[in-house]
């Protein structure tokens, strides 16, 4: 089974990185981004449970959990994950299946990967 990660921009003029890929550089307005794959390790930097979803497709699977994280490469994203993941926390991010989208899911580092379907809540 092979793993899809998170897509990234980084700027070639200064090295800048950001989740999602994106047309220009937030950072110096270069226009001379490139689009890469994340290595998939990151760091939790917060986590909270949604009790009341944004759409009638996610609130049929509530409450849930969402985490910060920042990334290897520098970039901060949010992803699905268990509610026990804690501040500071490693964790591997892959892309999931979650309410008929693709969305990245992080999982403690030290435990497989994420299945590609959406069991975690
Ligand atoms: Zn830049």
């Known amino acids: 089974m092979s793993v899809e990660r998170p897509v990234f921009a980084r700027c070639r003029s200064c090295s800048a990185c950001a989740y999602l890929p994106r047309r220009f550089c937030a950072a110096c307005g270069g226009t001379n981004l490139s689009a890469e794959l994340l290595c998939g390790g990151a760091v939790v930097m917060a986590v909270t449970v949604v009790h009341r979803a944004p759409s009638a497709a996610l609130q049929a699977l509530a409450p849930y959990a969402l985490c910060l994280v920042d990334a290897d ?49």
């Open 73 to 121: 490469e520098g970039p901060r994203l949010m992803a699905r994950c268990e509610s026990d993941l804690l501040i500071g926390d490693r964790v591997t991010v892959a892309m999931s299946e979650f309410a008929g989208a693709r969305v990245a899911h992080a999982v403690r580092a030290a435990e497989t990967e994420p299945p590609n379907n959406a069991e975690l809540r």
